[in-house]
C-alpha cells in the first residue's frame, strides 16, 4: 500500500516545463496585445471572433481544475457516478449555445452580464447578482491557483507554494499584455494540446495496466464505487448539472465570449465545445479507478489524478499530464481573470464610481483590475485550506439560484426584478443551508429548486411586459439625447 508515491519527475524538469511554457505565452500575449487599441478590443477582442478560436476557447476555459483534478477526486469518492456525472457539465455548454445567440441578438453592445441584469432587472437585482458573480469567481480563481500548486507538488514534489505562484505570474502577464484576444488564442493552442494529451495518456494506461484488474479489485474491495445505487452519487449526478448549469448561464466568462464571437458563430462554437469536452472527464477520471489496485491512497483525494498517471506512466506519462493539466488550469485562470476584470471594470468602477470614465480610462482600470485580482488570488491561496471539491462546490448555492432568472429573463417579458432579485437571494441563502446541513452535494440542487418555485410564482402573478429594445442601452441613449 502506497501513501505516497514517488514523484515521477525531478523538480527541475517540472520547473522548466513551467518557465518554458511561461515564456511562450507570455510572448505570445505580448506580441497580440500590440493590435489592442480601445477598451472594447481589449476586453471582447473586437467582437469578431471566428468559429474555430470560438469553439476551441469554449472547451479549452471549460476544461479546467475541475476536469482534470477534481473529476478524479469525485471519481475516487463517488465511483462511476463520479465520471459520468461529472460529463453531464457539458450540458452547460450545449444548452448555453441558443442563449449566446439570443444575448448577441438582445445585447449588441453589451460587455458584460451584468449589463443584462442591470438593464433587464434594475439596480437591486444587479447588486444581488454582482454579489454572486464575485463569490464564485474568487472561487473558482483560487481553486485554480491552489490546482497550480498541487498539481507541481503531485508530480514533483516542488513546493505548493511555487507552482501556485508560477501558473498565476504567467496568467496575469500574458492576460494583461494582450486581453481577451490573447486569452482567446492561446486557448485554441491549450485545447489542442489538451485533446491529444488526454487521448494519449488514456490508450497509455488501458495498455499498461487494462481494465480487468482495476474491475476485480474494486468488485472485491470497493463495490459502492462501481454501483449506480449509489444515494449520495446519485444526488451529486442531479446537483452537478445545475451546479454546470449556473456556472455557465451566469458567468461572464461565457457572456464575453458570447458577445465577443461574430453573430452567427456563438450558437455553433458552444454546441461544438459542449461535445468536445463531454468525454474528457470520463477519460481523467477512469485513472482515479485504477489508485484502489494500484495501492495508492493519497494524502488529498484531489491528487489521485496525477499520482496514478504518473505511477502507472513513469516520467513520459507524467510529462504529458503535467502539460495538459498546465494547459487546461492557464486556459481557464486566463480566462476568468479578464472576464472578471471586465465585470469589475464595467459594473463596479463605470457604473458605480465613476460614470464618466472615457475609453482610455477605463482600459487603463481594466488592466489594473487584472493585476489586483492576480494579487488578491495569491493571498488567498496561501494557505491551503480546503480540497478543489470542497471549496468550488460551496459556490454551487450562489450560481445556481441564477439559472432561471437568466433564462426567463432572456425569453419571458413577463418576469421583473422583484421576482429576479428574490429568486437570486432566497436560492443562494437555501443552498448555503443545504450546504452546511447535509452536504455540498444538494447546495446547487436546492437553490436552483427555490430560485425556480420564486420564477415561476413570480411569473405567473406578474403584470410586467418589458420591451426588449431598453437591452440596447446606446440606441437608448441615442434615443434620450
Known sequence: MTDTPAFALNSSVGLAIVVVFGLIWITFGYYLGRSNKTHEDFALAGRNVGFAFAAATAMATWVTSNTTLVAPQLTYQFGMWGMIGYS????????????????????????TSGDFIRLRYGKWAWRIFIVISMVYAIGWLISLGMAGGILLQALSGLDYQVGMSAILFICVTYTLFGGLKA????????????????????????????????????SMNHPELLSLLFPAAIMFLFNNIFFGLGEIFHSNVWWTRALAFKKKVAFKAFLVGGLLWLPIPIVTGFVALAAPQLGIFPASPDMVGPSVAAHVLGTFGAVVVFIVVFSALASSLDSLLAATSDLVTRDLYHKHMNPKADDARLFKINRRVIVGLGVLTWLFCLPQVATLGALLNFTGAFVASTIWPVVFGLYNPRINGLTAALAMALGTTIGL?????????VAALSACAVSGAITF?????????????RLNEKAMEGESG
Not at 413570480?458 to 426588449?468: C, D, R, Y
Open 88 to 111: 453531464f457539465a457539458a450540458l452547460g455548454l450545449i444548452l448555453f449555445a441558443p442563449l449566446s445567440a439570443r444575448i448577441r441578438e438582445l445585447l449588441p453592445h453589451g460587455y
Open 433 to 441: 443551508i443545504a450546504y452546511f446541513s447535509i452536504g455540498f452535494y
Open 457 to 469: 410564482v413570480g411569473v405567473k402573478l406578474s403584470k410586467t411586459n418589458f420591451e426588449w429594445c
Open 183 to 218: 486569452v482567446i488564442a492561446t486557448d485554441f493552442i491549450q485545447a489542442l494540446i489538451i485533446i491529444v494529451g488526454v487521448v494519449l495518456v488514456a490508450v497509455l494506461l488501458l495498455m499498461r495496466q487494462g481494465l480487468e484488474p482495476v474491475h476485480e479489485t474494486l
